[in-house]
C-alpha cells in the first residue's frame, strides 16, 4: 500500500506565500513524475506543476514565475513554494506521484489540502 500525505494549505492574503508538502509511504521501489494539481469550485481539476525523475519542470502558465516545484528524493516528498499569490489561486491542491510498487507502476493522488487567498 502506498499513501500520499499533504500539508501547508490554509487562508492567506493576496501577495502573500505559502509551502505546500506532500510525503508518499509504503511498499515504494521507485518514484517518477510528481506533481501538483488543484481544482477549484466548479471547475475541472488542472495542472499546477510537475517535476521528473532527473528534477525536470513543467508550470501552467498562469503559475509561472510565482510557484517552483521541488523534490527531495531521500524522503519521498515533493514541494511547491507559492508566492505572490492571488485570489485565482483559491483551490484545493492535489499531488500525484507516479509511483513503481514491486513490478507495477501505478499513479498516486494525495487527499487534498484546500488553499484561500483572501483580504
Known amino acids: 500500500q502506498v499513501q500520499l ?5 490554509g487562508l492567506v492574503q ?3 506565500s505559502l509551502r505546500l508538502s506532500c510525503a508518499a509511504s509504503g511498499s515504494i521501489f521507485s518514484i517518477y513524475e510528481m506533481g501538483w494539481y ?19 519542470t513543467n508550470y501552467a502558465g ?3 514565475g510565482r510557484f517552483t516545484i521541488s523534490r527531495d528524493n531521500a524522503k519521498n516528498t515533493v514541494y511547491l513554494q507559492m508566492n505572490s499569490l492571488k485570489p485565482d489561486d483559491t483551490a484545493v ?6 509511483i513503481r510498487v514491486g513490478v507495477s507502476d ?3 493522488w494525495g487527499q487534498g489540502t484546500q488553499v484561500t487567498v483572501s483580504s
Open 5 to 9: 500525505v499533504e500539508s501547508g494549505g
Open 14 to 16: 493576496p501577495g502573500g
Open 38 to 56: 488543484r481544482q477549484a469550485p466548479g471547475k475541472q481539476r488542472e495542472l499546477v506543476a510537475a517535476i521528473t525523475s532527473i528534477s525536470t
Open 62 to 64: 498562469s503559475v509561472k
Open 93 to 98: 491542491y492535489y499531488c500525484k506521484m507516479g
Open 106 to 108: 501505478n499513479d498516486y
